[in-house]
């Protein structure tokens, strides 16, 4: 069925697939995992919930806000232990979201709750200055 559909791109699209065989692998490299997030609005405020598990918010999470953009940066170290196995990721975690046009980027908040890192920034009227966002914690 994919051969189908590839020849079926082909008879239409007369460019050759540039992706095919790409010998790049286009993953974040060095260590550095992209942080999974959903965005959303609710109730006149744009929000993002980005996944962050076993993080410290107080020591391993900054979030800046410049030139339109919010960046979030985790850092997660690795304990020494014996492990027979383990599937977690750990090094430095990194995300950047275009706010939209009408974020009130000053007035930007943050929380952390059980993994999750909530950003909310209200919409209406700009002021665009770089800063950095506090995060409080949860209940």
Do not use: N
């Not at 008879?11 to 065989?21: A, T, V």
């Not at 030139?67 to 985790?74: E, F, M, S, W, Y």
């Amino acid at each position: 069925m994919a051969g189908d559909l590839t020849q079926q791109r082909r008879h239409w699209w007369p460019f050759p697939d540039l992706f095919e065989d790409f010998p790049f692998d286009l993953r974040p490299s060095s260590g550095d995992h992209m942080i999974r997030v959903e965005e959303c609005v609710e109730d006149g405020t744009w929000v993002i919930r980005a996944e962050l598990p076993g993080i410290d918010p107080d020591k391993d999470v900054e979030i800046t806000v410049q030139d339109g953009v919010l960046r979030i940066k985790a850092e997660r170290t690795e304990e020494k232990k014996d492990k027979h196995r383990s599937e977690f990721r750990y090094g430095s975690f990194e995300r950047a979201v275009r706010l939209p046009g009408e974020a009130k980027e000053k007035e930007i908040t943050a929380s952390y709750d059980r993994g999750v890192l909530t950003v909310r920034a209200p919409l209406g009227t700009t002021d665009k200055q770089p800063h950095t966002v506090q995060i409080t914690g949860g209940s």
